[in-house]
């Protein structure tokens, strides 16, 4: 399976990250650090991304290189198109290909959440998916993750069902619940006729 390095919407770009640099670790980390708090309520890594170096050999070489060369994630740094800042980040992982299915994962930084951004980043991502050869594509999200849940339920995700204490989730010192978001190719086909 292949994907383009650049999709772009109306507002936004996902590009993926051809050449990492450090600047660009550099630049990501201080998204993280600044939204650091926020992030951490959702997700382990932002407490084992310490500094940039960490931002650049685990993610920019590791996920997004290593993954992308495998064809196992495709993963993306979301811009803005007037202001050239980075958002977030938007990725479709876990592919499967026999079963023409993935997920898609994302974060947006603290100063991007609130406009649409995320869902715009979904539509252009999935329809890439879709228009690919992927036929499923599931979202998961802690059940508590309200910014996350509206996201799947705007872009028009079906709630299949929700994995009751799934996950140890240390932030909050509990069990996490992850809600099964899922849209077929099938649906997707739908809206955009």
Known sequence: MQLPKQIESERIVLKHPVKPTFKLAEELYAIIDKSRNTLREWFP?????????????????????????????????????????????????????????AEIGFWLSDEATGHGYMQE????????????????????????????????????????????????????????NTNVWSKLKSEWEKETK
């Open 45 to 101: 890594w932002p407490d084992k991304t310490n500094s940039p170096e960490d931002e650049f050999s685990y993610y920019l070489m590791g996920f997004y290189q290593k993954r992308w060369d495998e064809g196992t994630a495709f993963g993306y740094i979301i811009f803005d198109k007037k202001t050239k800042r980075i958002l977030g980040n938007i990725n479709l992982c876990s592919v499967d290909e026999k079963n023409k299915s």
């Open 121 to 176: 980043a979904v539509h252009a991502l999935e329809s890439v998916a879709f228009a690919t050869g992927i036929n499923r594509i599931v979202i998961k999200n802690d059940t508590d993750n309200i910014r996350s849940v509206h996201v799947a339920k705007r872009c028009g995700y079906v709630l299949e069902g929700v994995m009751r204490q799934d996950a140890w989730d240390e932030f909050h010192g509990r069990f996490r």
